[in-house]
């Protein structure tokens, strides 16, 4: 990155720092952190709040080209307080075209930094999930290869990147993977995948009812994967 893109990145981190700042709610901030078991800092910025105010900072950080924007993101991945991760899915998940086939690099640190459901699933189910649809050459060196990761958020991510694929789900390779995963009893494993069933159930329910069935899953996998049978 030339000297001028990083003064652009400097300055766009700069801007949402000073406006996130100023909305900072310590009150907020106590009970954020409660509620995600105290793993990370929060400024105690509320989803609406934090949307309305970096509308005029998303819009200025969209017009980085790719490089640029990927550092923007990185970026604001290493600042302690969990809203500057919000910031950057959100402003990640307008962009994620921009990606090139060797961003899923990118998207895999991500997974495995500062890793908790709730950036791990928006991770997999909207920018994962995008990036394998436009390179799905993709879900055998990467997606499968996390499926059996020691990383149970890599393994998350396998389970659930089908998430918004309806009938373009492959099925085959969903219930391989979920097979892999079955014998964990990992709290966000075995969710995972009553929620990757559940989902899938509303495009395939005698497939999914029939795997059900015949697999020897969690309970609680079974709960959720039986929601909408």
Request: include cysteine; glycine fraction near 4%.
């Amino acid at each position: 990155m030339n000297p001028g893109n990083a003064d652009n990145v400097d300055n766009a981190l700069a801007s949402v720092i000073r406006v996130f700042e100023e909305s900072r709610n310590d009150q907020n901030a106590i009970l954020m952190k409660r509620y995600m078991k105290n793993k990370f800092e929060f400024l105690g910025i509320k989803a609406p709040e934090r949307r309305e105010i970096m509308r005029p900072l998303m819009k200025e950080a969209k017009k980085f080209p790719r490089e640029q924007m990927v550092e923007f993101v990185k970026r604001l991945w290493d600042l302690s307080e969990r809203e500057y991760q919000y910031f950057a899915l959100d402003y990640l998940e307008k962009n994620i075209k921009v990606l090139v086939e060797e961003d899923i690099q990118f998207l895999e640190y991500l997974i495995k930094t500062k890793s908790w459901w709730d950036t791990v699933d928006i991770l997999a189910s909207k920018c994962v999930g995008y990036h394998f649809t436009k390179y799905p050459n993709l879900i055998t060196e990467y997606g499968v290869r996390w499926a059996v990761s020691e990383n149970i958020w890599l393994r998350r991510t396998a389970i659930l990147f089908q998430l918004k694929y309806k009938e373009k789900t492959d099925k085959e390779l969903l219930f391989q993977i979920i097979e892999k995963n079955a014998h964990d009893d990992e709290f966000f494993i075995q969710k995972g995948i009553g929620w990757a069933l559940r989902e899938y159930s509303k495009t395939n329910k005698e497939e999914v009812a029939a795997f059900i069935n015949s697999h020897p899953l969690s309970n609680l996998s079974k709960r959720e994967g039986k929601k909408y049978l």
